[in-house]
């Protein structure tokens, strides 16, 4: 048996989706989604997925591009999963020098991969001269039998409004989004000023539930939200939680999130997922009170081409 690595394909997508769910199941992907993603990627990420095959079977999966939106040039990222009943066959080791080779031709000059903290996957990462960097959780939240706190009225002056409410102009919500992501924790920066891609990428994203999508507005002014995705099964995620700087402190992101658990809840999801920097200790502790809990640790990894 020969495994290979070759360009993704159209028909490739639900055995793209199929591997990405088995090795990671706390992250919601549909064939979808991962078409979705190929066909609205940045030009400047040169976004190129890979497929690891055996005998006709997807069975490993790369999703590796250039960081388009970081300050610093040359930053590339290789993100590789092998289902999980298909592991000892070379196809990890192949799929990686590939990207990374794809990579270096793109001019990277640094790669960026997120792997499980678990010994083999880092000792996988380590032999191939990869250094670890910062760490994150994921997190699960049992929505079926799980008991939320009850949904707090806003307090005076503040306002629960739905991704929905906001279909006509949601350019406030991309400047919200832009500053909540410009200070979160990461060891790649962020600036997201391109609103054009941001409306196509992100806001019409096809798992991006606007409905499910909370908005505690101040003033007539976005203040802070909660993003949710779906799967069109019974699986809710939240993609991004976050406040303007000027409203911190206030609580109004637990608002905005609790506002949309019991939401999802009472539309029939029966499990939530999110995922926060090991250092967000803010967060951690509102999806602690929430009743998460951590189910999967990843530790990103970097390592110099050249």
């Known amino acids: 048996m020969t495994v290979i690595v070759r360009e993704f394909r159209r028909e490739d997508a639900e055995g793209f989706a199929r591997v990405r769910r088995a090795?990671?199941?706390?992250?919601?992907?549909?064939?979808?989604?991962?078409?979705?993603?190929v066909a609205r990627a940045h030009p400047d990420a040169h976004y190129r997925p890979l497929v690891a095959e055996e005998d006709g079977e997807i069975i490993g999966t790369a999703q590796l591009g250039i960081a388009h939106d970081s300050p610093e040039p040359g930053v590339g990222y290789a993100n590789v999963?092998?289902?999980?009943?298909?592991?000892?066959?070379?196809?990890?080791?192949?799929?990686?020098?590939t990207a990374e080779e794809r990579l270096a031709a793109l001019g990277a000059t640094s790669v960026y991969s997120w792997v499980f903290d678990e010994p083999a996957n880092r000792a996988f990462?380590?032999?191939r001269g990869y250094r670890p960097s910062r760490s994150a959780h994921f997190l699960r939240l049992d929505l079926a039998k799980g008991t939320l706190p009850s949904p707090a009225e806003p307090p005076p002056g503040v306002e629960l409004r739905t991704g929905s409410d906001f279909a006509d102009d949601p350019r406030p919500l991309?400047?919200?989004?832009?500053?909540?992501?410009?200070?979160?924790?990461s060891d790649i920066d962020a600036d997201l000023t391109d609103y054009e891609h941001w409306l196509t990428g992100t806001w019409g994203h096809p798992l991006l539930s606007h409905e499910l999508t909370s908005?505690?507005?101040?003033?007539?002014r976005p203040a802070a939200f909660s993003a949710a995705r779906t799967d069109g099964g019974t699986r809710y995620g939240t993609v991004?939680?976050?406040?303007?700087?000027?409203?911190?402190?206030?609580?109004?992101?637990k608002l905005a999130k609790?506002?949309?658990?019991?939401?999802?809840?009472?539309?029939?999801?029966?499990?939530?997922?999110?995922?926060?920097?090991?250092?967000?200790?803010?967060?951690?502790a509102i999806n602690k009170w929430f009743g998460y809990e951590v189910c999967a640790t990843e530790v990103r990894h970097v390592r110099t081409l050249g």
């Open 258 to 284: 609790n506002h949309s658990l019991h939401r999802a809840r009472a539309a029939g999801f029966t499990e939530a997922f999110t995922g926060n920097d090991a250092g967000n200790g803010p967060m951690l």
């Open 174 to 185: 991309f400047e919200l989004d832009a500053e909540t992501t410009s200070d979160e924790p």
């Open 215 to 220: 908005v505690a507005v101040v003033d007539g």
């Open 23 to 37: 090795a990671v199941p706390f992250m919601l992907a549909t064939a979808e989604s991962v078409l979705f993603d």
């Open 240 to 253: 991004m939680t976050g406040t303007a700087r000027a409203f911190r402190g206030r609580g109004l992101a």
């Open 125 to 127: 990462a380590e032999r």
């Open 81 to 97: 999963y092998v289902h999980p009943g298909r592991l000892r066959r070379g196809a990890g080791s192949l799929i990686v020098r």
